[in-house]
């Protein structure tokens, strides 16, 4: 496999996803279906740049980035959420993911009128919706859902819940992530500013913490992708080895479709030692469309080298726990059919 620089030689196929849904619908832009046998690759087409006129949906321009890191923090510490970081993330996280794309504003509407025993069975919902689909990618960005799982909820941290959750609407969460069309979701990277809004400067400095700047980034993927699509051709692999949450990989995505090049057919792979990162991370492959050949690993580069074995294992584990679940589950409604049919028969005797 051919490779970029600060790239390195990645190979592992894709994992078949599950037919089914649990409870929501299957998402409608298709980029996590079992990629098609490779095609001859047809005469590069001439770049087409993401258009910049929206629809009647977007009359009012999208919160930019840090407005809406902003406006997701102010409404947290407001109303005293405290310093547990990733359910304010887990909730953008829940907001980014959501699986209906497109109409985001009418969308909006309905989610905004919530309380908070729905908001958190909307995290629950769609955090079990993607580990059907990717439970590799969930597993690592688990810490943003699985608060939702908690047996109870103080009355303040429910307020807090549901205070932050309307805010992220009201700076139009949906605006940036709820569109079928991929390209449009890498716009913002929403996950970078919501942790760094929420971190307090003082332990960014201390982690050694410093999301680079969106438009750095997309001089750095201008710079080491080139224009050529003849020179860059899908089966390359990328790799960010101090990821954050992905703002370098939005960038090359974004340099990639500018040039008629597909993203989900290219493999990426991200390391990050930071574990609230690492889930951000986790979260953008999916809502940017980076496709099935895209993996997350949480780890310390410098101390630990390359991780890409270890990430390759974990979706193999992890794959192979969602379809054991699976079986088990329809194994169980086997059961419970058998013994509808059992008991009925008993009964008309």
């Known amino acids: 496999m051919e490779q970029l620089d600060l790239f390195t030689e990645l190979a592992e196929p894709a994992a078949p996803a599950p037919d089914k849904a649990i409870t929501l619908p299957k998402p409608t832009a298709g980029q996590f279906a079992t990629p098609a046998k490779p095609q001859p690759t047809p005469a590069p087409a001439a770049p087409q740049p993401t258009p910049k006129k929206r629809g009647p949906e977007f009359a009012i321009s999208p919160t930019k980035g840090a407005d809406f890191g902003e406006r997701v923090s102010y409404a947290w510490h407001q109303a005293h959420g405290g310093n547990r970081m990733e359910i304010p993330v887990g909730l953008v996280a829940t907001l980014a993911l959501w699986p209906l794309k497109e109409n985001p504003r009418t969308l909006a509407k309905f989610l905004r009128g919530l309380d908070a025993p729905q908001i958190l069975q909307c995290v629950r919902e769609v955090a079990a ?5 990717r439970p590799d990618l969930i597993d690592t960005a688990s810490l943003l859902f699985s608060w939702a799982e908690e047996d109870k909820h103080p ?10 959750w309307r805010a992220a609407l009201d700076a139009h969460a949906l605006d940036h992530t709820g569109h079928a069309d991929p390209a449009w979701n890498s716009e913002v990277d929403l996950m970078s500013w919501a ?11 201390g982690l050694g913490e410093y999301h680079t700047p969106p438009e750095v980034c997309d001089l750095f993927a201008a710079q080491i992708i080139g224009s050529d699509p003849e020179a860059i051709r899908e089966g390359y692999s990328l ?4 990821a954050g949450t992905g703002g ?7 340099h990639l479709r500018y040039m008629g090049l597909d993203p989900a057919r290219f493999t990426w792979f991200a390391q990050e030692i930071d574990p609230l990162a690492a889930a951000g991370c986790a979260v953008n492959v999916i ?6 050949n895209a993996l997350v690993a949480c780890g310390d580069t410098l101390a630990e080298g390359d991780l890409w074995p270890r990430a390759v294992e974990h979706r193999r584990a992890t794959v192979k726990h969602r379809d054991d679940v699976l079986a088990a589950m329809k194994m169980a409604e086997a059961v419970r059919k058998v013994e509808q049919l059992v008991t009925g028969g008993a009964e008309a005797a």
């Open 129 to 133: 919706y993607w580990w059907m689909r």
């Open 155 to 164: 009355a303040p941290l429910l307020a807090a819940i549901e205070a932050t």
């Open 195 to 205: 942790i760094t809004t929420l971190r307090h400067n003082t332990a960014r400095q």
């Open 239 to 242: 790799l960010d080895p101090c």
């Open 248 to 254: 370098m990989f939005r960038s090359a995505a974004q």
């Open 287 to 292: 809502v940017w469309g980076l496709g099935p």
